[in-house]
Antibody, heavy 117, light 107 residues
C-alpha cells in the first residue's frame, strides 16, 4: 500500500521550534520530489516548502523563509520540516505531499501544529 | 508570484446539474494547473493535472479546460458525493499557489 504518514506536530510557544517528520511507504521515495503544504483552521491551502530528489537547493515560501528548513533522508524514506521561530500564524495542519507533474498527487493525513502562548 | 482568483467562493446546486468553477491567473501559466477536491476533515485529493488530465480513478464527469490565464473545472452531472471544497493550483518556477477554494453544496 502507498502512503505518507506525518508525525511531530503539537503545541509550541511563539518563538519555539518543532520538527515534523514524514515517512513514505509503497513507492520509491528517493526518486520523488517532495513538499510540505499547510492549512490553517478554516482556511485554504498554502504551499510551504519543496525539496528535489537529491535534497539540493530547497525552496520555501516567503512567509517561512529563514525560519523553516526542509530536508530528506532517502535511505530512511523520510521527509522533515524543521520549524524555528514559530509564530501564532504558523498554526495549521501540515501535510507531507508527493509532487508529480508540478502538482501534488499524494497527501499524508496531516499533523496539527498549534502555536500559542 | 502568480496570483490566482477562484470563483465562486460557494456554490449550491442540485444533483444532475452541470457546475463550473473558474480560476484566473495573474499571468500566463502554460499547462501547470491542477484541481483538487477536499472533504471535511480529510486531506485534499488531486482530480486533474496539467489543465485537463484526469487522475486515475476520477469519474469522467469531472473535466478541466482553459489556457493562458483562464481555467475551469466542470462537473457534468453533479452527484451527492461531489460535495466538498475545490481548489485550483498553479506552478511557476519553484512556487506553488492555490486558489482560495470553492465550497460546493448539494441542494
Amino acid at each position: 500500500e502507498v502512503y505518507l504518514v506525518e508525525s511531530g506536530g503539537g503545541l509550541a510557544q511563539p518563538g519555539g521550534s518543532l520538527r515534523l517528520s514524514c515517512t513514505a511507504s509503497g513507492f520509491n521515495f528517493q526518486n520523488e520530489e517532495m513538499n510540505w503544504v499547510r492549512q490553517a483552521p478554516g482556511k485554504g491551502l498554502e504551499w510551504v516548502s519543496h525539496i528535489n530528489i537529491a535534497g539540493d537547493g530547497p525552496f520555501h515560501a516567503d512567509v517561512v523563509k529563514g525560519r523553516f528548513t526542509i530536508s530528506r533522508d532517502n535511505a530512511k524514506g523520510s521527509l522533515y520540516l524543521q520549524m524555528d521561530s514559530l509564530r501564532v500564524d504558523d498554526t495549521a495542519v501540515y501535510y507531507c505531499v508527493r509532487e508529480r507533474e508540478n502538482s501534488f498527487d499524494m497527501w499524508g493525513q496531516g499533523t496539527m501544529v498549534t502555536v500559542s502562548p | 508570484d502568480i496570483q490566482m482568483t477562484q470563483s465562486p467562493s460557494t456554490l449550491s446546486a442540485s444533483v444532475g446539474d452541470r457546475v463550473t468553477i473558474t480560476c484566473r491567473a495573474s499571468q500566463n501559466i502554460n499547462r501547470w494547473l491542477a484541481w483538487y477536491q477536499q472533504k471535511p476533515g480529510k486531506a485534499p485529493n488531486r482530480l486533474i493535472h496539467e489543465v485537463s488530465i484526469l487522475d486515475s480513478g476520477v469519474p469522467s464527469r469531472f473535466s478541466g479546460s482553459g489556457s493562458g490565464t483562464e481555467f475551469a473545472l466542470t462537473i457534468s452531472g453533479l452527484q451527492p458525493d461531489d460535495f466538498g471544497t475545490y481548489y485550483c493550483q498553479v506552478y511557476n518556477y519553484y512556487s506553488w499557489t492555490f486558489g482560495q477554494g470553492t465550497k460546493v453544496e448539494i441542494k
